[in-house]
């Protein structure tokens, strides 16, 4: 995915699971979408992240205040963070004066396969993907699958999205867990009936005896990823089309407005990913300044990158008013450890806690995490090892500056000496004679 180790924080709440079978009758599933609309694009390509997550919320709100007919969501995506996946998807269900619906490009793996199901019907391209949505922390090693205290609530989210869409919960489910598999057979009206292992094997002789033609259509240790034309088979599809200029031209729709990403958007979500070194930046540059008290250069750059850093999350939603209260609290007890009470340490150190832990909170998106929800706290322990990282990046980078760098500026300041004893004239040699304590010169004669 990229850099971060973490690609998950899963769905706040649960939803229960009884295990019967499910019918899918695709062929006379009614179309929640009718022709000739109106419609409103909004492109949700590359990483699912934080930043993604702001404009496709913004592009939200400015899609329904256009009062179109249907919101068509145009994905391409490998995935990403899963918590920002299931913002994205709360928006897009909570959409009610129109419908909505997604044309998968090329790809919607992993949380984009979970965003497309947030919707009311997707549509796919030649070739396209949909599905592989197990959630993995992005180790060393590869990528580790995180269990099923994680999973549990993430399959409850697809078969809650799948029976919304009338879509087989038992396939849904698939995407997240490869530990279940998938039966199908048919009733005696020819009806496809689903069913999982569990409840198949649940069944007596006599309840299986009305079924006929059962296989198995995922088996066990397995995710699913359909292509766009298992899709259209097992109705998670409306159909393929070329591209979503074809899927208009089909259905009678008339393409309003395309919602792209602002230049600040774009911005903001390029420095999300750097957040980190821009917070090593500014430890070190108020560490110079801390040693170098009165150049005034260190001190302002390093203020300047923790701005970046702190208001960079904060236009994202990510850091709330209590990580930007505590980052301005550790900048002031370094300022008045520099200007006022040089020396003495502990000032500095307070000041360094509360910006460590600041950029904790900008990192994670809440204060502490709650027990209920255990994916919170792989996302702090996630923050605490970036934020020590990055501590331990600033001190080298700041002891390096100091030996290397500071001694070649121009205007540097601070207890440097200048001169040096190189071209002292030489001393003549000092000679102790055979008395105790006297020191003699010797002399040439």
Not at 6 to 13: K, S, W
Not at 279 to 287: I, T
Not at 405 to 426: I, N
Request: one cysteine or more.
């Amino acid at each position: 995915m990229n850099h971060r180790a973490l690609v998950l924080t899963i769905f706040l709440a649960t939803f229960g699971w009884t295990g019967s079978p499910t019918t899918s009758d695709t062929s006379t599933k009614k179309d929640v979408l009718r022709t000739d609309r109106k419609i409103q694009v909004v492109p949700i390509h590359g990483e699912i992240d934080e930043g993604l997550e702001h404009f496709v919320k913004r592009a939200i709100d400015d899609a329904v205040a256009a009062k179109p007919d249907l919101i068509v969501f145009d994905i391409d995506t490998w995935g990403g963070r899963l918590d920002a996946a299931f913002e994205i998807s709360d928006a897009i269900t909570s959409i009610k004066p129109c419908s909505t619906a997604a044309f998968v490009a090329r790809k919607a793996i992993s949380a984009g396969a979970l965003i497309a199901l947030s919707t009311q019907r997707i549509y796919m391209a030649p070739g396209a993907t949909i599905g592989d949505c197990a959630p993995i922390l992005q180790g060393e090693q590869g990528p580790i699958f995180v269990g099923e205290k994680v999973e549990s609530p993430l399959r409850a989210r697809f078969r809650s999205l799948a029976r919304r869409s009338r879509l087989p919960p038992e396939l849904a489910e698939k995407m997240v867990s490869k530990d279940l598999s998938a039966l199908s057979a048919k009733d005696s009206a020819g009806n496809l009936v689903w069913f999982s292992q569990q409840s198949w094997e649940g069944l007596d002789d006599s309840a299986r005896a009305k079924y006929h033609d059962a296989r198995t259509v995922v088996a066990e240790g397995q995710l699913l990823t359909l292509d766009d034309q298992e899709a259209v088979k097992w109705g998670f599809s409306g159909g393929t089309f070329v591209d979503l200029a074809a899927l208009e031209k089909s259905q009678g729709w008339s393409e309003a407005k395309r919602l792209d990403p602002t230049w600040s958007e774009t911005s903001l979500r390029w420095l999300s990913n750097y957040v980190a070194i821009l917070f090593m930046l500014g430890l070190a540059g108020l560490y110079l300044e801390y040693k170098m008290p009165g150049t005034g250069i260190f001190g302002i750059a390093g203020a300047l990158f923790l701005a970046l850093a702190l208001g960079s999350q904060f236009l994202l939603g990510m850091a709330s008013y209590s990580a930007l209260v505590l980052a301005g609290i550790g900048v002031l007890l370094v300022a008045v450890e520099i200007l006022l009470f040089p020396g003495t340490v502990v000032l500095a150190f307070a000041g360094l806690g509360c910006l460590l832990v600041a950029l904790v909170f900008s990192l994670q998106g809440f204060v502490l995490p709650d027990p209920k929800l255990p994916w919170q706290a792989i996302q702090m322990r996630h923050s605490l090892i970036t934020v020590l990282t990055t501590a331990l990046g600033a001190g080298v980078l700041s002891v390096a500056a100091v030996r290397w760098l500071v001694p070649l500026l121009p205007f540097r300041e601070g207890p440097y000496l200048k001169a040096t004893l190189k071209d002292l004239p030489d001393s003549p040699p000092l000679a102790c004679d055979t008395r105790t304590g006297s020191i003699a010169t010797v002399r040439s004669t």
